[in-house]
Structures are given as C-alpha cells and as structure tokens.
Nanobody
Framework: QVQLVESGGGLVQAGGSLRLSCALSGGTFTVYTMGWFRQAPGKEREFVSG????????LYGDSVKGRFTIARDNAKNTVYLQMNSLKPEDTAVYYC???????????????????WGQGTQVTVSS
C-alpha cells in the first residue's frame, strides 16, 4: 500500500522560507510523477508544482513561479518543495500526490494523481 507522508509545514512570517518534504513508501517512487497541491479554507484544491519521474520536467502554478522550487531524491523516495518569499496568500494545507502512470509530462489536474498524503499546514503571517 502506497503511503505519502508530508512534513516541514509550520508558521512563518511573510518573506520567509519553508521546505516541505514528502516521503513515499510502499510503491515504486522512481516511476511516479510527484506533485504538490494546496487548499486554503473555502477554496478548491489547487496545483502548486509537479516533477516528472526523471526530474527532467517541472511545472509550477502561476502564483508560485519564481518563488517555489520542486526537487526529488529518488534514492530517498522523497520529493521536496522549497518555498521562498512566502506571502500570506500561500497559507493553506499542502498536499503531496503521486501519479503512478509513467508519463512524458507533468499534469496539473488533480484527478490524474492516484495517491495523496494527509497534508501539512503552512501558515504565513503578515
């Protein structure tokens, strides 16, 4: 059974940084496309970033381009999200997700992701 466990969330002031981690167990991490999504209260879950199985392709949501960086370590079955220049509007629960289909692209659609973590809260104070 595939499990995803996020960590690294917390409270940070605007302009600060956080690094989220997501560790996968029970599956073949090396072939999964990995994604990060977030959901703020009263809003839809939105795509933040994704990375292909080889790390050769990355994709970012418009609101985080230039501030967030996604990376993966296949030896550790872990994907990371480095978040810099954080803004209050980045406050949300951040979810890690895995797309088990071997693809040549990173997709931002929630429905293509097969496995989800429980989420980690990120709060950015102004």
């Amino acid at each position: 059974q595939v499990q995803l466990v996020e960590s690294g969330g917390g409270l940070v002031q605007a302009g600060g940084s956080l690094r989220l981690s997501c560790a996968l167990s029970g599956g073949t991490f090396t072939v999964y496309t990995m994604g990060w999504f977030r959901q703020a209260p009263g809003k839809e879950r939105e795509f933040v970033s994704g990375i292909s199985w080889s790390a050769g392709i990355t994709l970012y949501g418009d609101s985080v381009k230039g501030r967030f960086t996604i990376a993966r370590d296949n030896a550790k079955n872990t994907v990371y999200l480095q978040m810099n220049s954080l803004k209050p509007e980045d406050t949300a629960v951040y979810y890690c997700a895995a797309d088990r289909n071997l693809r040549r692209a990173v997709l931002s659609t929630k429905s293509v992701y097969d496995y989800w973590g429980q989420g980690t809260q990120v709060t950015v104070s102004s």
